[in-house]
């Protein structure tokens, strides 16, 4: 197998990338491949095109919040809720769900964020033991401790859209458009249950999880089920990626983050 592993010369990813890539004839992975794309694009008008996305959300009374953003304590967590906040001119709901892999410098980065921005947000803490339950399950089924991690954060901010009947969520960029270029920019592809299970979950729903020969029940399972379509539909629950609409570049927006609000980095 390992004969087989072929890098691209570029960015060095592999053809084994769990997100799955293709090297073209140069060697170059597609990833690379849309990331030219971002020079040939006019942003401008796609950030035009955002502002009519996101207009008819806007609650005009006041009421409710305009979106719901999913944060983490990272540096891009930062700039998305920027551009929300201070470029669209949007009231967000943050909602962030906790990893339990949590480090002083990000615990202090996530409150900065809030205090900065001066805006509301959830944050969804599981039982430990069930976190545990499942982790052991997953790590013994498919190789995996971070499933938890992955159901979670993708699933909690779609059902707190759901809760707080808030239809539009605002990611930032699309994992599968940034790193392996399964996608163009142009096709402006939006959140879905089915990208979710498929690459983020690694083919297995929570309810995948629940087996005659394993320990874990229902009770542990529900907080990471997707909601039902209908649930979607009746709310009207879109997500959105900006990446498709601003040009994204990892290190500059973390220079600015750290410039404008104070986010503290690591060194490396």
């Known amino acids: 197998m390992a004969e087989n592993i072929k890098f691209c010369k570029r960015c060095l990813y592999s053809n084994q990338h769990p997100l799955g890539l293709t090297l073209d004839k140069d060697g170059i992975c597609s990833g690379c491949r849309i990331h030219e794309e971002k020079n040939t694009l006019d942003w401008k008008y796609r950030w035009d095109l955002l502002k009519k ?8 009374s006041r009421e ?5 953003v999913p944060v983490t304590a990272a540096n891009d967590s930062y700039y998305i809720v920027h551009l929300v906040k201070n470029k669209l ?8 769900y906790n990893k339990y892999f949590n480090t002083p410098l990000g615990i202090k980065n996530l409150a900065n964020l809030r205090i900065k921005f001066n805006c509301d947000i959830l944050i969804q803490n599981v039982n430990p033991l069930k976190v545990k339950k499942i982790t052991r399950s997953t790590l013994r089924r498919f190789g995996s401790i971070y499933w938890p991690c992955l159901a979670g954060q993708t699933v909690f901010p779609v059902q707190t859209a759901i ?4 239809p539009l969520i605002i990611w930032g960029a699309h994992q599968g458009l940034e790193q392996v270029g399964m996608f ?3 096709d402006e592809v939006e959140m879905t249950r089915r990208y979710r299970k498929d690459h983020d979950l690694m083919g297995f729903e929570a309810d995948d999880l629940i087996t ?4 874990i029940k229902e009770e542990d399972i529900w907080q990471f089920r997707y909601p039902e379509d209908s649930e979607l539909n009746d709310v009207g629950v879109r997500g959105i990626y900006l990446g498709n609409y601003v040009r994204w570049d990892p290190k500059a927006q973390h220079e ?12 490396f």
Request: charged residues 20%; proline residues 5%.
């Open 64 to 68: 409710n919040y305009d979106c719901i």
């Open 53 to 60: 996305i996101v207009k008819p959300y806007k609650c005009d």
């Open 89 to 96: 001119n949007l009231n967000p709901l943050l909602v962030t």
């Open 256 to 267: 600015e983050m750290i410039k404008t609000y104070g986010y503290l980095s690591s060194n």
């Open 212 to 215: 005659v020969f394993d320990t």
């Open 184 to 186: 163009s920019h142009k």
């Open 163 to 166: 809760n707080y009947k808030i």
